[in-house]
């Protein structure tokens, strides 16, 4: 504008350089995809809801998927809660050591949500090509496994820049934060979905 | 009494395939609800642009510059708030009543929905109307394609689904459209008051021959009526000259039986259209051709010249065999 | 052109703001040469881009509906068989809706725009901008070029079940259309996240929500809209790829599937993309109409808060696509309803418009002549949208040209015409010349007589019972003087664009200096050079009003403070824009482009072999890695100037 040498300044010169939660960009994008990414789980579990409609029995001419390894899974997801939730509080103070210590423990547990993972694949007691329950809960299950595999290498690849001392500075501490939050979202994402896959078939049957 | 008559200077207005020449309540529900509408938002449209246009007149700089910015001085701002609250009220209102409209002609054209003494199920097809009138007794079944028959002044049930693709039925001078959709059963009634011929269209696009999907509505008297179906339902005697006994010859040793079936005859097959009284139809190919001797001969030996696409293949044959099972088909009336 | 190196008023820089625009070009200027084209990260850079690309996209979509227009002006005409003519259809409606509208209203026009007019030095996640317009263009260009290998896709833009199904759709035809939407609904819902983050984030101090601008406001509204609309057609198009590649039964009835699933899921999508494309041009006109009438617009709490609940309601009323399913009375009274109360919100903007030429001093120049023109076009539209929001009569009027001359009426009326107002009025801007009074309003003229001509009469023959997407017609059946004049009319729209490329050619070549404020206009964007320098703003401003350059006083305070040495940058608070924090943009990198071809070669593999999905994962994670890991130097850089902010 006019005369910028003559005008009132600004000054934010000490403005803070790392933010956590809504201070930080990332923490926007972040809520961005999750938004984008609950947007479509809740269209799928919607699919579902409507294609058992039209269909007299549901699931038709099977059994719903075996009850064990999904509900496994759901306890080592939530019990992962807890190195996550302390991870992600000492990522605030920039504690270093606990964020190295919480990314490995938490890459152990997605390792192991992964490995339970294909063992609910394999008794999910039906196909996608058999009719449209097996596409749709194949489907269903399919979307969290893409968030599940997708996240885990994320974590990964954060693990090891935290391991990289001269790539450790502010921002990582609120990806730390951040991948800590995303892994809270895969989680509690995961919760309906587990109601819908394994406990809606055995509900509406009854 | 059509309110919108001043369209009728338009050329081919008042024809047989529109929606501004009802023939029957539902139709002519609609229409009232169309014409009601059409009043309120051109007059709403009308009086919007008026003031646009005056405005512009009005405020337009003569001078090409851009004057310093301003403020709209408080009371003009206050009364033009007014202004357009106002609008925005009578736009409401408006609003209500044509919604108010619409309800009510739902409700009037549903409530027939149970009440219907006639069936006709409808059967969409690439790029054909498969139609059958269903009886108490199975021998009195009506098959027939392309060409349905209603009696005047009587509610007739249309029962429709889809055996490959969406298509929608429609006739615009009988009533709105409903689709035909595989895995759903869709059931409306349609009444005609006016006797005639009343054409109809797909309208969902279906493929290639969309373009080329069309059937007729033969509105007719009671007695008349009847008559078509006991023709109908009745098989046709067996051929009399030898033309046409030649012509069923040539119908039974050729590709036809794959696709057609012609009771009375050992060609059974359902994939194309019922032929046993195709004779009597006013149009051939779903409303393309005219039936008479010379289109039918043009399709049967190359239907994918008029309707490129279909699933009837092409059948050279010699100029005779064309000329006598053109004449057998013409003699199943 | 270059930017000028001169202050608002034509002062000359001083030795100090010299300096200045040293140190920011140095660090802000895009890289040059072949390489340094796919490294870019300035909004300003991809805005250009989207630009450019979409209008080839339109330009293209237009000579197909030219043709055919052609074969539609004789009864059962040659120009196009019905193979070739399903095919142009569709690749009109579907070029013109994904890779036109969109990217145009949206993408080109936020990312170009929103960064200046909220007082920005980028758009939020540059990376992430510029991966989004790669990914865009590569699924425009593999459409088109399975397009001219005779695989278009020729099933509808809508892609209906069963027909596009593996039963009837033989060959990869909806394949392609339907990863085409992956790609561009990725690319859209990118942009709407950095959108939606620079407008919530890295406004100006002093921009609090009542003095945003009426485009920012209208393309953040509109990026929630992509947020919610768009995974329902992602869901839509991958189970239909599925259904085809994969065996899935989606929409297989005779084992549990159901076609009127993928109608649902479309036009979850559907409905609220029309309004997606018409949000932006809304906001165009509320834009222009300022400068042209020399005042605020009127009404700008009303025109906010219709923007917004338009974009709720818009939400509520997709089963009005399918009014002729058959679907319950209960629904067909809801989704009436609904339909004709978003008219409320849209009947309050056009009143607020008009309140402001009735209360302006109209400058009549082109960009005006584009805001009456589209006055006239869209409230037509809108008044035609009641007859098809009442189920009876929605019934006749259904997949019948009448519908088709409705959304022509009110997606040209409420887009292509604020479009062609925001060209002329933004042109300056963006290249720092101005384009042609003269040639502006001829074409105006010719396009606003050529529409009408074309898409008037389509109302009538829809009536007089011709439905949609039909190749030809019979000669007896009374369409074909009606079908004549829309195809003349053609003839003009395409003289009038033809004018309009000639105007845009010979005005980058010699048009006259455009200054940094041709129109005296308000808002922040016109606050620095045309075209704006690499880095925006010499000086970052603060805003004490909605039309800033109007309404600020000459002790409006500049922001420093910031280092200029890297790509720093300033966040506010969300509701006051209170300064909050720094942080820092990246610089340019090859990664994004790197990953985006990465990402079309997966998703073009998986429509061939379901397995391409898998191992084409393998390159997109190692590119996205590749863009993710952090620079050693910037981060020591950032590392030693850090500071937390308090908990």
């Known amino acids: ?206 | 009494m059509n309110v919108l008559s001043i369209f009728a200077a338009v050329p081919g207005f008042t024809s047989n395939q529109t929606s501004l020449n009802p023939v029957g309540p539902m139709a002519q529900r609609i229409e009232h609800t169309f014409t009601l509408i059409f009043f309120t938002t051109a007059a709403v449209y009308l009086l919007t642009m008026a003031v646009t246009a005056i405005s512009v007149w009005k405020n337009r700089l003569h001078k090409d510059e851009f004057p310093p910015p301003e403020q709209t001085p408080t009371e003009q701002y206050k009364r033009t708030s007014i202004a357009v609250a106002g609008a925005m009220v009578i736009s409401i209102l408006l609003l209500f009543v044509m919604m108010v409209a619409s309800f009510a002609t739902s409700h009037a054209i549903g409530k027939e929905n149970g009440r219907a003494p006639f069936e006709v199920d409808v059967y969409g097809h690439q790029w054909w109307w498969e139609v059958q009138y269903p009886q108490p007794e199975a021998y009195k079944t009506v098959v027939t394609a392309n060409e349905i028959h209603i009696p005047t002044n009587s509610l007739v049930r249309i029962h429709g689904t889809s055996r490959d693709v969406i298509h929608s039925f429609w006739a615009p001078n009988i009533h709105g459209k409903r689709d035909l959709m595989p895995g759903y059963e869709n059931d409306f009634v349609i009444q005609a008051d006016e006797p005639g011929r009343w054409r109809g269209q797909c309208a969902e696009f279906c493929g290639p021959q969309h373009a080329h999907m069309s059937f007729l509505v033969v509105a007719e008297s009671m007695d008349q009526f009847h008559n078509w179906m006991d023709a109908q339902a009745g098989t046709p005697p067996p051929p009399s000259t030898p033309q046409t006994q030649h012509g069923q010859v040539v119908f039974l040793s050729r590709a036809c039986i794959m696709c057609h079936t012609i009771r009375g005859t050992v060609a059974g097959s359902r994939v194309g259209p019922d032929l046993t009284h195709v004779g009597s139809r006013d149009t051939i190919a779903a409303g393309t051709l005219r039936n008479n001797p010379q289109e039918l001969a043009k399709w049967i030996s190359n239907p994918q010249q008029i309707k490129p696409g279909v699933r009837m293949p092409p059948n050279p044959m010699p100029q005779q065999d064309l000329n006598d099972l053109v004449a057998y088909l013409e003699s199943l009336r | ?647």
């Open chain 3, 1 to 647: 052109m270059s930017p000028e190196l001169k202050t608002i008023t034509g002062r000359p820089l001083t030795a100090e703001e010299l300096a200045q625009h040293e140190r920011l070009d140095r660090v802000w200027r895009e890289p040059s040469g072949f390489i340094g084209w796919f490294k870019a990260v300035h909004h300003t850079t991809i805005g250009k881009r989207y630009m450019v690309t979409a209008f080839i996209f339109f330009l293209l979509a237009g000579i197909l509906a030219a043709v055919m227009r052609l074969q539609l002006a004789m009864p059962d005409n040659h120009v196009l068989g019905p193979d070739k003519y399903d095919q142009f259809f569709t690749m009109h409606g579907t070029t013109m809706m994904f890779l036109f509208a969109v990217p145009m209203m949206f993408e080109a026009l936020s990312v170009y725009f929103v960064p200046l007019m909220v007082g920005a030095r980028n758009i939020a996640f540059p990376r992430l901008n510029a991966y989004s317009y790669y990914l865009y263009v590569m699924g425009g260009i593999m459409l088109y070029v399975a397009f001219f290998c005779n695989t278009g896709a020729d099933r509808g833009w809508f892609s209906y079940v069963p027909l596009s199904g593996p039963d009837y759709g033989p060959g990869k035809r909806p394949d392609f259309w339907a990863q085409m939407i992956t790609f561009t609904e990725v690319s859209a819902l990118a942009v709407a996240v950095e959108v939606i983050v620079t407008v919530f984030k890295l406004r100006a101090p002093g921009m609090s929500l009542n003095r945003i601008p009426i485009m920012v406001w209208g393309e953040v509204v509109t990026a929630f809209m992509v947020l919610f609309a768009m995974p329902a057609v992602a869901l839509s198009s991958t189970m239909l790829l599925l259904d085809r590649t994969a065996s899935t039964q989606f929409f297989n009835p005779s084992v549990g599937g159901d076609v009127l699933l993928y109608q649902h899921l479309f036009w979850w999508f559907g409905h609220p993309e029309v309004y997606i494309i018409f949000l932006p041009g809304a906001a165009i006109v509320s834009t222009i109409l300022a400068p042209f009438t020399r005042r605020h617009v009127f009404g700008y709490t009303v025109l906010v808060l219709s923007t917004v609940s338009i974009g709720f309601i818009a939400f509520g009323l997709w089963v009005h696509h399918m009014f002729a399913t058959g679907i319950p009375q209960i629904a067909e009274s809801f989704f009436t309803a609904a339909s004709m109360m978003i008219s409320i919100p849209s009947a309050a903007q056009v009143f607020c418009w008009i309140a402001t030429l009735f209360t302006g001093k109209i400058v009549l120049r082109t960009p005006m002549w584009w805001v009456l023109g589209f006055l006239f076009v869209f409230v037509m539209g809108g008044m035609t949208g009641v007859f098809v929001a009442s189920v009876p009569v929605d019934l006749q009027l259904h997949d019948t040209y009448f519908v088709v001359a409705h959304f022509h009426y009110v997606l040209i009326g409420g887009a292509v015409f604020p479009l062609f107002a925001a060209l002329h009025y933004w042109f300056p801007k963006i290249t720092g010349r101005m384009l042609s009074e003269k040639l502006g309003q001829l074409q105006f003229w010719l396009f606003f007589i050529g529409f009408n001509v074309t898409f008037f009469p389509m109302h009538l023959v829809g009536i007089r019972g011709m439905p949609r997407r039909v190749y030809t017609y019979p000669p007896d059946i009374g369409w074909t003087r009606l079908n004549q004049v829309e195809s003349f009319g053609a003839l003009l729209l395409f003289v009038s664009v033809c004018i309009f490329l000639w105007d845009v050619a010979t005005a980058l070549r010699r048009g006259p200096a455009a200054g940094w404020n041709p129109w005296q206009a308000g808002t922040l964007e016109w606050a620095t050079s045309s075209p704006p320098p690499s880095y925006n703003f010499l000086h970052l401003p603060t805003v004490g009003g909605r039309e800033p350059i109007w309404d600020d006083p000459p002790t409006q305070p500049v922001v420093t403070g910031l280092h200029d040495d890297a790509r720093e940058y300033l966040t506010t608070r969300v509701l006051d824009a209170e300064p909050e924090g720094r942080e820092e943009f990246p610089g340019p990198t090859i990664w994004p482009f790197l990953a985006a071809l990465a990402t079309t070669f997966m998703f073009i593999a998986s429509i061939f072999r379901p397995i391409g999905f898998t191992i084409g994962a393998i390159p997109v994670a190692i590119t996205m890695i590749g863009w993710f890991w952090p620079e050693r130097q910037p981060a020591a850089r950032r590392r030693e100037r850090e500071i937390w902010s308090r908990p």
């Open chain 1, 1 to 206: 504008m006019e005369q910028a040498i003559n005008r009132p300044a600004l000054d934010v010169s000490n403005l803070p350089t790392v933010g956590f939660g809504t201070k930080s960009i990332t923490w926007w994008g972040i809520m961005g995809m999750m938004a984008i990414e609950g947007m479509v789980f809740a269209l799928m579990v919607a699919a579902y809801f409507y294609l058992s409609t039209r269909s007299t029995e549901w699931p038709p001419h099977s059994n719903p998927p075996d009850l064990l390894w999904g509900t496994v899974n759901t306890l080592v997801f939530v019990i992962s809660l807890l190195p996550n939730e302390w991870y992600r509080k000492r990522a605030h103070k920039g504690d270093v050591g606990a964020v190295r210590i919480g990314l490995v423990v938490l890459t152990l547990f997605g390792l192991a949500n992964i490995i339970i993972r294909y063992f609910e694949l394999k008794h999910m007691n039906t196909d996608w090509s058999i009719d449209a329950y097996g596409s749709a809960v194949w489907t269903l299950m399919g979307l969290h496994v893409v968030h599940l595999l997708t996240d885990w290498v994320d974590s990964v690849v954060l693990t090891v820049l935290f391991f990289r001392p001269d790539l450790v500075e502010g921002k990582r501490f609120a990806d730390a934060s951040e991948n800590a939050g995303y892994w809270y979202f895969v989680v509690l994402s995961w919760i309906p979905i587990y109601l819908v896959i394994y406990w809606a078939p055995r509900w509406l049957h009854a």
